[in-house]
Structure formats: structure tokens, C-alpha cells
């Protein structure tokens, strides 16, 4: 049986940074579109999803959502606890505080993990949040743009609390990750490629593919004596096709 689902695909997607940078702000403000000023810390990786419609198909974005803590040991625990997640994802969402310099400086820790564990052709997004914040600013727009440039990623600034570039930003990415699909560079019937197809039409095309590979495993002889007896196609036409 073939389950009908009211999106195309699903996007698996994680967001890391560290503490207090806007994380679960951010994924809020694009789920449920409220922002809130007191926050709750969040524990180990929870998640949250929205189907959007982008290039004429409607995407589940799947977001994991990370706690990242501030002492350097609970960083360390932490740590090996996302990796796993890293590896089912297509896009990691980087976000440092453009108030705080030390979230900033933090990024590379989050790359070197991200680089390893993620796919090549995974889609990275650096998002300097709390861009409402001008005034207490200490990361330059061009500082943030340029560590985009050097590590091949997507920028932007954008504020959960007002929710600029909030929506923008998933749905530029979710077109990044459509587009992979297309170039067939990321295969949506994998299980692990961090996109997963909900088209009936594929879900019909793999069983049958499935089914056939399997009956050719069961029947070795059957692919045997096709393949050897060309001749038979030709049997009662006097010709070939
Ligand atoms: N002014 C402002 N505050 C924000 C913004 N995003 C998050 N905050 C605040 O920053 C604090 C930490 O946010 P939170 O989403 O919990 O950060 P996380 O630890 O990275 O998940 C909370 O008090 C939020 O209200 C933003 O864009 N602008
Ligand atoms: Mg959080």
C-alpha cells in the first residue's frame, strides 16, 4: 500500500550555535511565527516542521533544533550527541549572536564537526540573528559576511524577534535542497541523504523495483535464459523489433 501524504518531500535540516544566539527563537518565529523574550533552555535536540510550497512543490522542512551550552564540558557531551544528527541532514543552519562576539567566535568549533559528518553536498547558512539589535552590535555585517565566503556558505542577518529574513532564509534553502534533487545529485529514495521522497509515483517505482530485483535474486535462471536466448524475441515476426 502507498501512503498519501499532502507534501512531496521532507527536508531534514539542523541548527547549531551556541547558547542563547537564537536557535530555538528562530525555528519558532518560522514554525509558529511568535517570538518570546524569555526563552526556555532546551535539552539534548528537539525539533520542529512546516511544509512550505517552493519551485511548484510543497516541502516538509524537518529543523532539529540543538542545545548548545557554554561550559566547555557540557559542550564536549553535547557535541558527540548532535553528530549522529548531523549525518540524516541536507542543511545545517549556523547561528552566532550578532551582539556577542564570543557566539561569533564560536563558529568554528560547529564547523569542524559539521564539515566531517555532513554530506559533501550538504547546504550550509550562516545566520547572524538579533539583527533588530543595532545598537549593542559587535559583529560587523561585513565580518559575517566574509566568514560565509570563506567556508562556502549562504549568509544572512536576520531577527527572530521582528522576523526578518526568518522565513526567507528556510525557504532559500529549502530551494537549494529542491534543486540538488533535481540535478540528481542528492537521491530522495536513500535513506540516509537527509531528503526523503513522498511522491506516491516514487514510492510505486521503488516497490516495483524492489519487487523485480527481488524476483531476479529468487529466479537466477529465469534472468539466465533470457539473456542467452536473444533469439526468442524474433520467434514468429522473421525479424527483429
Ligand atoms: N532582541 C532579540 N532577542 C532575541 C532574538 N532571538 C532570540 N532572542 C532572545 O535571546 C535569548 C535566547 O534565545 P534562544 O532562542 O533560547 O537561544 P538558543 O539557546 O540559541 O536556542 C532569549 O531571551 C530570546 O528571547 C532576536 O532576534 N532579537
Ligand atoms: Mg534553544
Redesign the pocket.
Known sequence: MVAIYNYGYVAKLIII?D????????LRQFTEDT?????N??IGVEFGTKVIDIDGERVKIQAW?TA?QEDSLSVERFRSVTRSYYRGSIGTIF?YDITNRESFDGLDKWMTDARQLTAPHSIFVLVG?????EARRVVSYEEGEAYARQNDMLFVEA???TGEKVDSTFLTLASKIIQLVKDGVVDPMAPDSGVQSKKPQDALAAAAASASSSAAKNNPRAVQVNSSNPSRFSLGTGGCC
Open positions: 550555535g547558547m542563547g544566539c537564537g536557535k530555538s527563537s528562530l517570538f518570546s523574550e524569555k526563552t533552555h532546551t533544533d548548545g547561528v540573528n538579533k539583527a533588530d539589535q531577527s527572530a524577534k
